[in-house]
């Protein structure tokens, strides 16, 4: 099994949708999790961290299920600048990044 | 807002030569990392470095690899003998804290020839 595994898309959706990516990890012991947004050909940034607890962020949320290893990460009212490939990580001092799922909002 | 910064941003090099990227880390940071991304491909851990020392280091970061901290501001990754499968982007990143998310430099594209 793939430490980090994220469904690769392209998810297509139209501008004001709502998305969700999901992503699972395999190293239990992982303390660490983060969302991050790549542009094509550009070096990830750093979206947000993510919690049990969830952390909202405009209309960004994200959220952990330890019990399940997997993260979340939901996107509301879906602007055009949203096209990117988003990336998931998890580990602690060191970060596996999954392979990323593309997202397009179309016009 | 404080940055990673990288150079060169493109090199070309021959196969078996030897390359160095460098890279300066936000100032005070103390925890460093190299990731490469070939073209299409997902970003791949290679090593950490920390209070002077690797940390961590992947299968891929072989003999070939090295890096040091040759001052209080540089971190540079060599390549001693570059093959054409190290043709990728290299990313250098670092945070405050170990458990804290990355700061990315812009990259470095390497093209073995």
């Known amino acids: 099994r793939k430490e980090v595994e994220q469904d690769p898309g392209p998810f297509n959706v139209p501008e004001g949708a709502t998305v969700a990516f999901n992503c699972t990890y395999s190293?239990?012991?992982?303390?660490?999790f983060f969302w991050y947004r790549q542009d094509c050909r550009k070096e990830p940034k750093l979206l947000m961290s993510?919690?049990?607890s969830g952390n909202e962020d405009g209309r960004f949320t994200a959220q952990l299920n330890r019990a399940s290893q997997y993260i979340s990460l939901l996107i509301r009212d879906s602007k055009l600048s949203d096209s990117a490939t988003y990336l998931c990580?998890?580990?602690?001092?060191?970060?596996?990044f999954g392979t990323g799922t593309r997202l397009k909002v179309l016009a | 807002e404080p940055e990673v910064t990288q150079t060169p941003s493109h090199q070309v090099t021959q196969m078996g030569q030897e390359v160095i990227l460098r890279c300066v880390p936000i100032?005070?940071?103390?925890?460093f990392y190299w990731y490469r991304q070939i073209l299409g491909q997902k970003v791949e851990f290679l090593v950490s470095?920390?209070?002077?020392?690797?940390?961590?280091k992947s299968e891929i970061f072989d003999d070939q690899f090295s890096v040091e901290r040759p001052d209080g501001s540089n971190f540079t990754l060599k390549i001693r003998s570059t093959k054409l499968e190290d043709s990728a982007m290299y990313f250098c990143?670092?945070?405050?804290?170990?458990?804290?998310?990355?700061?990315f430099g812009s990259g470095t594209r390497l093209t073995v020839v």
């Open positions: 993510v919690y049990s």
């Open positions: 990143a670092s945070s405050g804290q170990g458990s804290a998310g990355y700061t």
């Open positions: 100032s005070n940071h103390l925890y």
């Open positions: 190293n239990s012991a992982s303390q660490s």
């Open positions: 470095f920390y209070n002077n020392e690797i940390s961590e």
């Open positions: 990580t998890s580990g602690t001092y060191k970060y596996i």
